[in-house]
């Protein structure tokens, strides 16, 4: 099995010592040099060295648009078969990482995706970046049913398969969406905690449009995937559990107009997972209602 990777970062042009940083530790990396892609999305990319593709794109097309340029990218170069995103404020401190994500994709050939662990300099890992239900620690491995946007490898095949990001959901729950139909192709998701991307520690609900967003997208997500009988289940779920957790009134708002969103617009190709994938999920621990 071939394991030729390339990197994929996105930016804003907001964060270039972090950048910087970034891409040394990727240049640190031990066994062959790979390929590097950063897209500006929307905004300009100074000059970060020879072996760094620079893509702008002329606006902001959301984590989606933007990732999908970035495969784009790598894909034309005709010598990448795993894209690995990472997030442009997180660093990758061991060298080793990328030899160790070789090692399992060579050892679990339909393995599609593998989620790195993300933590802060401390150690910590959110409870939000545990890819799983219940408190099971975040240094636990296996398959999971989604993965974490910020450090993660996908292999070509898996696009080529059940296709790219989806581009109008521009931010949150892309991951889930993708994974999903991943999993109905047939492929696994890995948690791999010996993967690490150390990130600094940050909640989704600092960005302005995480409410409206987050609804509208799960609503979209519910539509295209889930089986008709689950999709009231999937969404009465969601709509108790965020009301449970007391949002801000303006954020409970946003979320009310997003999911709103979701029910009366378009949200692309229906092809709902078959229930033989939604009996996998569940005994993974996490069927798709929650």
Known sequence: MSDRLGVAVLTMGNR?????????????????????????????????GPDVQIVELEENTGISGGRNAAWHALRDRGDVDVVVNLDDDGLVPDPDTFQRLRKILNDEPRTGIVSFRIADETGLTQRRHVPRMGAKGPTRAGEVTTFLGGGHAIRAAVFEQVGEWPDAFFYAHEET??????????????????????????????????????????VWMAKRHLPAPLVPVYLGVWALLTIA??????????????FAEG?????GRRKPMRWSTVWRMARLGRPPVI
């Open 16 to 48: 270039p010592a972090e950048l910087n940083a970034l891409l040394d530790s990727v240049r640190a990396q031990h066994g062959d040099p790979v390929p590097i892609v950063v897209v500006g999305n929307g905004s300009p990319v100074p000059d970060l």
């Open 177 to 218: 969406d993708l994974a999903w139909r991943a999993l109905d192709a047939g492929w696994s998701v890995r948690y791999e905690p010996a993967l690490l991307l150390q990130h600094p520690r940050t909640s989704p609900a600092r960005h302005a449009v995480y409410f409206r967003m987050t609804a509208r997208n799960r």
């Open 245 to 258: 957790r007391r949002p801000p009134l303006a954020g409970l708002k946003a979320w009310m107009g997003g």
């Open 263 to 267: 029910v009366r617009t378009p949200c």
